[in-house]
């Protein structure tokens, strides 16, 4: 009855009461949520803490089920939820963390009530738990990173794994293995993978039907300096929202991998950010940028501007005309950054959710 339950609450979280971040609370008053697909961007709340408590009990749903619909959860609200309530300094904090703001928003050093900063600082310590859980069968991968793991079986066999990867800008993940004996490695596939995912073994490559949301099962009879590829496709992905959210109407957000993105009015001079417009083909690239923002993954493309016309001088409201025709919008650009990024640099607007065509 309780497991129930729990799926239950979760099914409603999930599917109605959280934001495309990850993040938790659309309601300063109470710090609450709101009603089912009640999301305001500017105005969410989205505690930083709330997505801490996400990762907290998708990690327990996860620990209880092996069902990767709870890390997929984990993973959207790590990147994006959690990390974006501590500034590039590592000296700053969000408490609040809305999906568009005119500028207003800065992170501070600390808070009359600060419950945030300390809980940021305990989950970045306590992270690396969240990668790997151990089970009868084997070892379970749930979240890819840098780094290496010693890990002990539940027959007291130890293991080590090394993790070489540029995860999450890069979907190849190279993971070396110190430890004998049979037993199986469980690698997630995250349900934002649509594509045919690439594992290999020693360099032969694994005939495998697993498709996103589930873990693909290696079991053998391991041996000292065996090694495993897997390749995850990163494409860049539009995505839209429930049409009963009302304030993403006709919007689209932009992911690639894990990582929500967004869009600075510093890559946008001159331009209010309310006036761009995704076309039919926005034509989206993807680069590594070293020099922007600690190293990030930025995305280009093509926008239009579409600013209200002249007639709305003046007005905020008018008639509809059946023969009216909206303008086709200028030729313009776009630049977009990890949403958990966002400012970093000088203040100015900030928005998740594009208009398109």
């Not at 999906?99 to 300390?118: N, V």
């Not at 997630?188 to 495998?208: F, L, M, T």
């Not at 070293?290 to 001088?313: F, H, M, Q, T």
Request: include cysteine; charge should be negative; proline fraction near 6%.
């Amino acid at each position: 009855a309780l497991a129930a339950t729990l799926e239950r609450l979760w099914r409603r979280m999930s599917a109605k009461q959280a934001y495309i971040s990850g993040g938790l609370g659309a309601h300063h008053q109470g710090e609450s949520f709101g009603k089912d697909y009640q999301l305001p961007n500017q105005r969410a709340y989205a505690e930083t803490c709330a997505a801490i408590a996400s990762m907290m009990w998708n990690w327990r749903m996860l620990a209880i089920s092996g069902d990767t619909k709870y890390a997929d959860e984990l993973e959207r609200a790590l990147y994006n939820g959690v990390l974006v309530g501590m500034g590039l300094d590592g000296k700053s904090y969000f408490y609040q963390n809305p999906l568009a703001d005119d500028g207003s928003h800065r992170r501070e050093p600390w808070f009359k009530c600060a419950c945030c900063p300390p809980n940021l600082a305990r989950l970045m310590v306590s992270l690396s738990g969240y990668f790997y859980s151990i089970s009868e069968e084997g070892i379970w991968v749930h979240l890819y990173g840098q780094g290496h793991a010693k890990l002990t079986l539940l027959n007291g066999r130890s293991v080590e794994l090394a993790v070489n990867t540029k995860y999450p800008w890069d979907g190849e993940v190279e993971i070396g293995i110190e430890g004998e004996g049979e037993f199986s490695l469980m690698l997630r596939i995250p349900g934002w993978c649509e594509q045919k995912v690439g594992v290999k073994i020693n360099g032969k490559a694994i005939d495998h039907s697993h498709t996103s949301g589930q873990y693909i099962v290696l079991k053998r009879d391991w041996k000292p300096g065996d090694a495993v590829r897997l390749v995850l496709p990163m494409p860049i992905r539009l995505v839209e929202s429930h049409p009963y959210v009302d304030e993403n109407i006709s919007k689209a957000a932009i992911m690639r991998g894990p990582i929500l993105y967004c869009l600075e009015e510093c890559d946008h001079p001159q331009t209010d950010l309310r006036d761009l417009l995704l076309p039919a083909d926005p034509d989206l690239s993807d680069q590594f940028r070293p020099d922007l923002l600690d190293g990030v993954v930025e995305i280009r493309g093509r926008a239009k501007l579409s600013p209200p016309g002249k007639e709305w001088e003046g007005n905020l409201y008018r008639i509809i005309h059946p023969d009216g025709r909206e303008s086709d919008g200028a030729p313009g650009e776009l630049t977009a950054i990890p949403y958990y990024a966002w400012a970093n640099r000088e203040a100015g607007q900030m928005i998740v959710w594009l208009k398109r065509e």
